[in-house]
């Protein structure tokens, strides 16, 4: 089995990926976690992978998926929206016009994220020239068909990355005021309705994160060592347009400047030389802007960016500054062709050999992409996982697995079997401090109690996982093994490969309970519902929950007027406590998700809608 692609991209087997083909929902069970986390801030991508997941369902592998519905369309359509982008406000030559294509598809920075597995963020930057394009059609024609289209490709964009869709935002603000002074009688067509469809379009995820105040800002992307340690890039770096982490795409490894790259910046600004118009002067100030924020912290003026990061809402989800390297491409993809087809025009019937010797060079720029089998790397899946997969698909029943140091990407998880090994669990982000955390007093109840049936120690085949100075290091390996032998109450269970499997003694289901005598059984409906039915039970006794604590886990019987919402329990569970004696059935769900329904009509309503009404608009143009 081959699998393509790294970095952050997934890997899913037959077997689990039908677990990810749903709908949205609000409560991550296994694919971001192995504890269970609320999961309203991210739902605006993981909808796109459960609608693709459902594919699935056809006999289509999880690999023909990824390339079909997604590393296809994000090649093209960021070819072809930078194509046409440049075709339709600059000039109709298709030969620079595919130029323009060429430059905002294969630059260092698009590269490093699309070959690091940031497909979502790939996707995302890949639709700004399109959204860009329409916004300029809308302010040529405003009407109601162009503010809707403008208004469905800006939601498809925000569905990938709001980040992105934030900086596509600024592009489109600062190119409306250079353009032209402000008119209110576009504002209806640019600003009421676009944000109206765009609301009501995402409203699936909007309404469950404002009604139960989620927060969309992950904890500690607003620490300020943070926003330093990620300013990778020097100014050099993002005015030449040249990734920090390029060309091995190691995160945190930068390499010198190349001075070749150098010439990408003189070229694009060399249009300022020509007779300026506001549209070239506008894409050289996107340029200096997104220069000069790519840097982040650093000089010159570094305090400028660490300013908006502390004192602007929502400014720290850039805490990468890396991703203004977006602004970089999108302004030199227009005037480096711009400058080249100027020439061209000095020098008639020589703009073939003017656009061959540049995309020489630009490939020669690029060289490392064809030069080493590093970036571009047909990744095969190892015997040993494949048999780790059938070992758990083939037990049919609930428990985690606890992997040490980290999960592996090829490691086998469902909502079955979540897979936990995300620095989730333990403090320790090393295998010998994870370790020295086992074996502390009630390490192994707390196993136990997280229904971890397995701990792991995996093949490190990637060289990601047991590392010194960023090389893999068997050593690390051989020493986790032993330390867990060491541990009395673990029993070295299973070998696949280099995969060791330590078994924990008496792990506890899903749901339990302290009182022996209640028994306990339960249904699996989706992750936010659960159907239960209990049996001698006593008046306040307590069901525990494993699942990670939050108190939107309602428990609810309405033939007996019964509805609590989870309590704290030990080990950071949820629990809820039984108002009678006897046998009856509870009915445990996820309180956010029925908004998240009640979104998905709204958002199918305002879709369908939006279609009819372009289709009917289309046909009467």
Known sequence: MEFLLGGDWRFFWPENIKFFAHVPYAWDSSLNTGLGIPDANTLWITSYLNLTASLSYFGLSWNLISIIFWIIPILLISFLSAFFLFRIIINKNNLFAALAGMIYTTNTYFLSIFLGGQIGVAFAYALIPFVFLLFYKLLKKPNYYFSISFALVFSVEVLFDPRFAFLTLMILTLYYFIRTRLKLSELPFIVVIPTIITSLLHSFWLLPLILFKSNIIPPGFDSIPGVKFFSFALFENSFSLLHPNWPENIFGKTYFMRPEFLLLPIIAFSSLLFKINKTILFFAILGLIGAFLGKGVNEPFGEAFMYLFENIPGFSVFRDPTKFFTFVALSYSILIPYVLFKISEKFKNRASLIVILFVVFWGF???????TNNLLKVRVVPQSYVQFKDFIVDQKQFFRTLWIPEWQRFGYFSDLNPAIGRRELLKSASASGMVQE?????????????????????EDSEGELFLEDRKYDNKKYQEAISALEDISWLRKSETFGKIVVFETPNMKDRFSSPND???????????TRYKLNIKNAEINDRIVFAEGYDQNWIAENTSIKYKVSSI??????NSFILPKDGDYRLDVYYEPQKWVNIGLIISGITLASIILFLIRGYKKR
Do not use: C
């Open 568 to 573: 704290k329990y030990q080990d950071g569970l």
């Open 365 to 371: 720029t690029l060289r490392e992409l064809f030069l």
């Open 438 to 458: 086992l074996q502390k007093e009630g390490s192994q109840q707390s196993l136990e109690d997280w229904s971890i049936k397995y701990v792991i120690v995996p």
């Open 517 to 527: 005598n209640l028994q306990i059984d339960y249904k699996f409906i989706n992750p």
